[in-house]
């Protein structure tokens, strides 16, 4: 179910909508703790951070199909890199689910009259989410980029090249 897509790996595919819906998810919970935004920004932070929760799981799952069939379970030149990956991928999926439970919380708790402490305390919760989304978003992309183009690190991209 999580491997390919018109015979292509689905895990590429689906990292693209990870990686736009964790930090719109995490973009919304700092709108949210705004209070001339908090209005507006309710709705979409809910139904956007439980995308989120989808497509983490889609992109996990579906990574672990595709180490698998790249025979980078077993070994070979990135598998150290992607087997980082995974468990960066693993924390980011339970920073996700946490953010997401509070986004529910919030979602629920603030459709009336909230105190305005209780809708403090939640702001400040979704921020600090916000922060961990994008951290370690970053850091699970950075490793799974580096595994997929530089597993040595050798590799210049820089565009300086010596020609002497």
Do not use: C
Not at 6 to 33: D, K, M, Q, R
Not at 67 to 79: F, I, M, Y
Not at 112 to 136: C, H, K
């Amino acid at each position: 179910m999580f491997d390919e897509i018109n015979g292509l790996p689905l895990h590429p595919l689906a990292v693209h909508a990870t990686v736009l819906l964790i930090p719109l998810a995490g973009l919304l919970g700092v709108l949210f703790a705004t209070p001339r935004t908090r209005a507006w920004s309710r709705l979409p932070l809910l139904l956007v951070s439980l995308g989120a929760v989808a497509s983490t799981y889609v992109s996990k799952e579906s990574g672990q199909k595709f180490e698998t069939s790249q025979g980078l379970a077993l070994g070979g030149p990135s598998a150290e890199l992607v087997n980082e990956h995974a468990q960066l991928a693993d924390l980011l999926f339970i920073i996700v689910l946490i953010f997401a439970a509070v986004v529910v919380v919030t979602f629920v708790l603030t459709r009336g009259e909230a105190s305005r402490a209780l809708v403090s305390g939640l702001s400040v919760l979704l921020v600090i989410g916000a922060v961990a989304l994008a951290i370690q978003t970053y850091r699970v992309g950075e490793i799974g980029a580096r595994a997929v183009w530089n597993p040595t690190g050798n590799v210049d991209y820089g565009g300086s090249s010596s020609t002497e």
